[in-house]
């Protein structure tokens, strides 16, 4: 089972929104359906993006075929497609990696989303050993035990999973004693999508608030947290998912290690700073509801950003395939040894 698919002639991706209770998958056939899964958060996780970015343009270009589409109507859906998340780079860079063969042909552009769907299941297990081997040598530990925010495995990834995929190393060699995962506002994903991957892989866990979190790592439960990356700028500043920032400000007290665990693509030379990251605003729905029902006064307003950027200085060190980047000895993306 994987989160983004090509089956046949078209894209299947399984639909998160309907994970724990449910397992369906969503046959992706126009441009709309795909870039409404996206906003939808149906597809999520930035890896994953990727490759249904590569995928969308092909998408684009049978749709286009099909329905007799102008040149610029293409260029029009694909800009659509890669527009439809802003914080996260990697939908952006799969899309322009796919859109500069377009000119070689239908068929060299699905090589290619191929080619990087294979690469991310690839390196993400290159990930989960550099990872570990980091891990285990900095804490000198034989149980550890690991706190993790939002969802970077399988769901969030082409297969295996990032920051997750560093976890499941550690446990097929035995060294999980308790993965404590945070349920990550607004959307549940860790609740909903990291505790059903820790259950399907049978790792020991407890789910708790996010409000929680700091207090569990200053109360030294925790030895090691991990989390994924939406975009890294050059200077090491990360953008993740709403509440990354507070975990790494606990974490950063309680002097334990901090790790980014995210592929090449993520990295974003381009942005300087994390200051420089658009972070995404969703409807406030998300929050001033639950299960489609208010529960906050009908005169009150949300405030509902997707994401934070932790600063470089709360880093401990930054997870690629290429191996790790010590961002608490002075390495940056940018001027990485």
């Known amino acids: 089972m994987r989160a983004v698919e ?27 359906q795909l870039v409404d899964a996206i906003v939808s958060l149906a597809v999520r ?54 859109h500069k ?13 191929h080619k990087i769907s294979q690469e991310d299941e690839d390196g993400n297990k290159k990930m989960g050993k550099f990872g570990a081997d980091w891990i285990l040598k900095k804490l000198n530990k034989q149980k550890i035990n690991v706190l993790t925010h939002c969802n970077t495995g399988m769901l969030a990834t082409t297969e295996w999973g990032t920051a997750f995929g560093v976890i ?91 790790l980014v665990v995210a592929p090449e693509s993520t990295i974003d030379l381009s942005t300087k700073s994390g200051d420089s990251i658009e972070i995404e605003l969703r409807n406030d729905s998300e929050i ?7 529960v906050a006064p009908l005169e009150s307003r949300g405030y509902n950003p997707a994401f934070d950027v932790t600063p470089a200085k709360y880093i401990s060190a930054i997870v690629t395939e290429l191996g790790v980047i010590e961002v608490s000895k002075g390495e940056t993306p940018e001027k990485r040894k």
């Open 6 to 32: 090509w089956v046949d002639d078209h894209l299947r991706l399984l639909d998160q929104t309907k994970i724990p209770h449910q397992i369906e998958f969503i046959e992706v056939l126009k441009v709309d």
């Open 45 to 98: 996780g930035a890896p994953a993006l990727g490759a249904a970015g590569a995928y969308g343009v092909v998408t684009a270009l049978d749709q286009g075929k099909k329905e007799n589409w102008s040149e610029k109507e293409i260029e029009e859906q694909i800009l659509k497609i890669r527009n439809a998340r802003p914080t996260a780079v990697n939908l952006a860079w799969g899309v322009d990696q796919a």
């Open 101 to 113: 063969l377009i000119s070689q042909g239908r068929d060299q552009v699905l090589k290619l989303a």
């Open 168 to 258: 499941r190393e550690l446990h097929s060699r035995g060294n999980i004693e308790m993965v404590y995962a945070d349920e990550t506002r607004p959307l549940l994903q860790g609740s909903r999508l990291t505790a059903w991957e820790l259950v399907q892989n049978k790792i020991p866990h407890l789910v708790l608030a996010d409000g929680a979190a700091a207090s569990t790592i200053l109360r030294k439960k925790v030895d090691v947290a991990l989390i994924g990356a939406d975009r890294i700028a050059a200077n090491a500043d990360t953008a993740n998912k709403i509440g990354s920032l507070s975990v790494a400000l606990a974490c950063y007290e309680a002097k334990i290690p901090f």
């Open 288 to 294: 001033l509801e639950f299960n489609g029902k208010r």
